[in-house]
Structure formats: structure tokens, C-alpha cells
């Protein structure tokens, strides 16, 4: 089964989620911060990465920034509420850069485009 | 007594608030830390971008967007505005809208993540304004664009997300406010003289001499007379010219010269000041203007913009230009601590 890790530290986005992309058939992590996902990064090896960017400590770019120094071919897609994100160019290292919607189209679209 | 001042291009007014007045040492320039970690715009992280439109340095037959480039241009991945479609411009009563088309480019000034431009070669640098040139009059042949827009921000202040060294350029469907105000201003000044106001500007600050930074044969650097902020600059040639695409090799080599001395005073006045640059050039697809006259104009990120400027128009300057300037002409022979006018 491929292993996504799903970082945002909001509970309620981790709820939808998980059982979204549990009912398409994906193992789903949780990390909460960006510490708790870099560590999880490390130690559960997922196919690909789901990340928030504002989170308290860490923030998404930052964490962006450290995943793709250990594995640069991992698809990692920012999930943002935040559309002005897009004019950092840190986050050029993602794969896909989506802005958050109650019906999740774009991104289980991209999820399908890296996973299948 | 703080003084006001009318900039003769636009109109604009500014407050040199003398009581205010600062040393170069006043300013603090918060460090930002680097955050590290993987960079987009290094050598061997090419996929990570969109596929270069212009590269120099790679060696003749070796392929593109792969390493041994010295400067890359490529496409915003995520750009503001997006190159495929139709303006289609409507009205929706009263107001206009049209669908957001232009061209958005990243220049990636140097292959090394830690390279800061205003120390790089000469010849470095001028490979980069070569490469302004060489976008502009590959954008200049869309007709929906009407302008391109140049720029830089460095140091996260002014609005650098990311520390490896780079600029942007953005192809426009319309011209900007500002552009718009300077053609006009340049115009209603030369209807009344005759003469390009910006070339009387030279003469008079050569002639002055207080407002002025450095000059080479072909450029100048010079304090505006009325500046936004401390230590404003602004680099114009010498000769008449309207168009920043217009010049050649030997003429972007003196720019580099002048662009280098002047962004090194700068960082020698205040160590690791956060600026802008823009390029204020002619329209797309015009012909030289005897009105107008390109420049770049330097802006370093040292005050803010709050409600008095927001609600006014007017910008408080807690220094003058011409004291800046002597900062400027002493800073690279004194140094920040010892610089005194």
C-alpha cells in the first residue's frame, strides 16, 4: 500500500484527509509539526508528502527545504490555504503547490498523478 | 525644520524630516537568517524549475537545462500571471478588468547559492543585464505585453524569499502607474524646454555636485532630489537614451562597473542593506523617446511605510540626499563607523 504523510497541524484537516485518502486506498501518517514530520519523514519512508505551511515552529517551507536535501525525487505537494505563498520561491522544490478547497478535486488529483 | 520636496518628474512631494537625521550607523539591519536546506536555483536541481527560456555560460553543444550555466532565465513556476490566453478585456460597468496575462521569469544570477550580486565579477554582471536585454526584446515581440518590468529584491525586508541570488522580470499587458506618471512628467517638460528633463537632471548634478555618487565615462549614480528613502540612488546614462534594450556589449560592461561601485558604497555605508532595484525603461515597441530617459532606480528597505505615507502620498525621509551622498562618495575609502559628512 503507498504511505502518504499528511502534515498540518489542524486537527480538523487531518480528520478529512486521512479518511479521504484511506478510502482511496492509501496509508496515511500524521504529523502534527514540523519536527513530528521530519522524524516520521525519517522513519517511515512514505511515497509521498502532503504539507501544510503555516504551522507553529517549523513552517512548511522550512520543512520542504530539509525533505528535499534527503530524498529531492519524493513528490511533495504544499497544501495552503494561503495563495501567496506561491511568490516564495523555496517553494519551487515542491512537486505541486494547492490551495486548499472543501472538495479536495486538485489535490487527490495530484496525489493520483505522483502515487497512481 | 523639516523641509518638503517636489520631485520635478512626477510631482511627488516628500518630507526630509532633518530633525530625524541619522548616521549610517543608525540603522539597524536585522539579519535574517539563512535557512538552508535544498535550493531550487542550484546547479543539478534544473528539474525543479520550468525549462530555461535563455542560459549563458554552458559550454557550445552541452545540453540545456542541465549544470555549467553562469546565468539562467526561467519561467516563474508559480507565476502572478500566466502566458497562455487572451486578455479579453471587458467592462463590468464602470470598471475594467482583463483576464491576468504576462510573462513571469526568474533570472538566476550566479550557479553559486552563496554569491550576493553586487560583489560578483564584472563581467558576471554584465552577463546579467545582457540577459535583461535579451529578455526584453524577446518579450517585446508578444503584442498582448506592453511593458517588461525589472527587478530584484535582495535581503528578505524587501521581499527576497530566497537567498540564492536572483532577479525577476515581468512582461505586462499594461503599463505600470509609475511609468505611465514619467511619461507623462518627462513629456510636459519637454514640450515646454525641448530638452529631456532627466538629461538636465545630469547636467545640473554634475555641475552641483552634492547629489552625486560616482560616474564612469558613460553612466552616473546620483542621489534624486527628492527620495523616498535614505540613501535612494539612481544609475542613468550619460547620453540620451529611452530604451534600456537599446544598449550594446561594451555599454552593459560600463553598467556593471557603475552598478558594482555603487551597490558596494551602499553595503560599506550600511552592511547587508535590503534593496530594491527597478528598471524604469521605454515601452514596448516604442521608438527612442527624446522625452524620456531609462534608469535604474535603487531603493534600500531602511523605512517604513505607515498611514501618514498611505493617506498622503508622501514619503518621510529622515535623510537628506545630499548628506547621503557624502556618505556614499566616502564610504568605500571610510567605511559605516567612520563616514562623517
Known amino acids: ?116 | 525644520m523639516p523641509e518638503l520636496r517636489k520631485d520635478p518628474v512626477l510631482g511627488r512631494w516628500i518630507i526630509i524630516a532633518q530633525e530625524r537625521a541619522k548616521r549610517p550607523t543608525d540603522f539597524v539591519v536585522a539579519e535574517a537568517p539563512s535557512m538552508g536546506g535544498f535550493c531550487p536555483l542550484c546547479p543539478g536541481n534544473e528539474n525543479t524549475t520550468p525549462p530555461e527560456v535563455l542560459a549563458y555560460g554552458r559550454s557550445y553543444g552541452a545540453p540545456a537545462n542541465t549544470p555549467g550555466w553562469l546565468v539562467r532565465v526561467v519561467p516563474n513556476k508559480y507565476p502572478a500571471l500566466v502566458i497562455e490566453g487572451n486578455l479579453d478585456r471587458q467592462a463590468e460597468g464602470l470598471y475594467d478588468k482583463m483576464n491576468g496575462i504576462g510573462a513571469h521569469e526568474v533570472v538566476i544570477e550566479s550557479p553559486r547559492h552563496e554569491d550576493i550580486f553586487a560583489r560578483l565579477p564584472l563581467s558576471h554582471m554584465a552577463v546579467i543585464f545582457q540577459a535583461f536585454r535579451s529578455r526584453i526584446h524577446d518579450l517585446e515581440r508578444d503584442p498582448r505585453f506592453l511593458y517588461v518590468l525589472v527587478f530584484k529584491n535582495y535581503g528578505r525586508a524587501a521581499g527576497a524569499s530566497l537567498e540564492h541570488s536572483h532577479s525577476q522580470l515581468v512582461a505586462l499587458p499594461i503599463l505600470p502607474r509609475m511609468i505611465v506618471s514619467e511619461l507623462q512628467g518627462t513629456l510636459e517638460y519637454y514640450k515646454y524646454k525641448e530638452r529631456c528633463i532627466y538629461c538636465d537632471i545630469i547636467r545640473q548634478e554634475i555641475q552641483q555636485k552634492v547629489r552625486v555618487v560616482c560616474q564612469n565615462d558613460l553612466f552616473i549614480t546620483m542621489t534624486p532630489f527628492a527620495p523616498r528613502t535614505p540613501f535612494e540612488m539612481w544609475i542613468l546614462p550619460k547620453q540620451h537614451e529611452s530604451g534600456y534594450h537599446n544598449h550594446n556589449d561594451e555599454q552593459l560592461a560600463s553598467l556593471a562597473d557603475i552598478f558594482s561601485e555603487t551597490l558596494r558604497r551602499l553595503d560599506a555605508c550600511i552592511p547587508g542593506v535590503p534593496y530594491n532595484f527597478v528598471l524604469h525603461t521605454q515601452p514596448l515597441r516604442t521608438e527612442n523617446m527624446k522625452h524620456f530617459h531609462w534608469h535604474f532606480e535603487i531603493v534600500p528597505k531602511l523605512t517604513s511605510i505607515a498611514g501618514f505615507e498611505w493617506g498622503s502620498g508622501f514619503y518621510i525621509n529622515p535623510m537628506a540626499p545630499e548628506e547621503a551622498a557624502l556618505y556614499l562618495r566616502e564610504s568605500l575609502e571610510k567605511g559605516p563607523q567612520e563616514a562623517r559628512p
Open chain 1, 1 to 116: 500500500m503507498r504511505k502518504i504523510l499528511l502534515v498540518d497541524d489542524e486537527e480538523g484537516i487531518q480528520l478529512l484527509y486521512q479518511e479521504e485518502f484511506q478510502d482511496e486506498g492509501y496509508e496515511v501518517i500524521s504529523a502534527f509539526t514540523g519536527e513530528e514530520a521530519l522524524e516520521k519523514f525519517k522513519s517511515e519512508v512514505p511515497d509521498l508528502v502532503i504539507l501544510d505551511i503555516q504551522m507553529p515552529g517549523m513552517n512548511g517551507i522550512e520543512v520542504l527545504r530539509q525533505m528535499k536535501m534527503i530524498a529531492p525525487q519524493l513528490p511533495i505537494i504544499l497544501s495552503t490555504a494561503y495563495h501567496e505563498y506561491t511568490q516564495d520561491l523555496s517553494a519551487w522544490a515542491s512537486d505541486e503547490f494547492i490551495v486548499k478547497s472543501p472538495d479536495m478535486l486538485k489535490l487527490k488529483e495530484a496525489v493520483r498523478k505522483y502515487l497512481g
